[in-house]
């Protein structure tokens, strides 16, 4: 029986195989490429936001940044609010490998259909997500922002 999430959970699994066989000789995985592309993109990369923007598990997240540090492609700072808050900093080893990685990344995309088609199926796929997204937290006090 087809049902719409094992298909997605197959499609998930296949397309995460072929993007770590395209991306192995930059030393990172698919989920590691995924967290190096929210710390190199965002404005205040912090574990929260990380956390956030991927839907990992805080345990998950907790052993790719391990992973990244001990590789040099990362490293923990203090954050600019306070010092119990920690930044994740993109090291120019990791800016590198993730460009690349990222640069694969796209081109395997392209090769999986027209433009068109792609975009109409991402849209599909982020109208999925932001129906079972859980709700932002607002970073000034780490409570749920209500939304309508």
């Known amino acids: 029986m087809r049902t719409y999430l094992a298909t997605l959970s197959r499609a998930h699994d296949l397309l995460e195989q072929l993007l770590e066989a395209t991306i192995i000789e930059t030393g990172l ?21 990380i956390l956030r923007s991927t839907c990992l598990r805080p345990t998950t997240l907790s052993s790719l940044l391990r992973r990244l540090q001990r590789q040099g492609y990362i490293r923990l700072v203090s954050g600019s609010r306070d010092g119990r808050s920690r930044l994740v900093e993109v090291t120019l080893p990791g800016q590198q490998a993730t460009r690349i990685a990222w640069s694969l990344h796209l081109e395997l995309e392209r090769s999986l259909g027209e433009s068109g088609e792609r975009d109409h199926d991402l849209e599909i796929l982020l109208s999925v997500f932001s129906l079972l997204a859980p709700p932002a937290i607002d970073p000034a006090d780490g409570l749920p922002i209500a939304t309508a």
Not at 33 to 42: D, G, H, N, R, S
């Open 29 to 49: 995985s698919a989920s590691e490429l995924l967290v190096m592309q929210v710390a190199f993109e965002a404005e205040e990369p912090s574990i929260g936001v």
